[in-house]
């Protein structure tokens, strides 16, 4: 018998099984791992070369380093459409205020019932709960 048969094959996946290429952070992350594996291979073959060569590498390791920027701003944004606008902050700021007053006054009211109605028990000589 050969080898093979008696031994089952231990394989280790490295790598994740293909994602459905169609939702965008599987692309991006596939995008995110090319670009940083060809700047890791640029940097490598930089080794021993000319200034002028280094230069022209460097170039093509910024371009690459910004279209890897690119791909990633849509998870990063920050731009004022990505945030609420100060009017709606101070809006909801306001609303809040309000509401902690009106709640502070409610509960309140609620201590003042509670204190009197357990008054009404104490003085009939009973008990509340």
């Not at 293909?18 to 599987?26: F, T």
């Not at 093509?60 to 690119?70: D, F, I, T």
């Not at 709606?88 to 009106?102: A, I, P, S």
Request: aromatic share 4%.
């Amino acid at each position: 018998m050969s080898r093979s048969l008696l031994k089952p094959k231990k394989v280790l996946q490295l790598r994740p099984r293909p994602v459905a290429a169609d939702e965008p952070a599987s692309r991006v992350a596939i995008a995110v791992r090319t670009h940083l594996s060809l700047l890791q291979g640029y940097a490598d073959i930089m080794e021993g070369l000319s200034p002028e060569l280094k230069r022209e590498i460097l170039c093509v390791m910024a371009e690459k380093a910004r279209e890897l920027g690119s791909a990633l701003q849509p998870f990063v944004d920050q731009t004022p459409a990505g945030r609420p606008a100060i009017d709606d902050y101070r809006r909801v700021r306001e609303r809040t205020r309000q509401l902690m007053t009106e709640y502070r006054h409610l509960l309140g009211r609620l201590h003042d019932t509670v204190s009197e109605a357990h008054g009404h028990v104490s003085g009939a000589g009973g008990t509340l709960g």
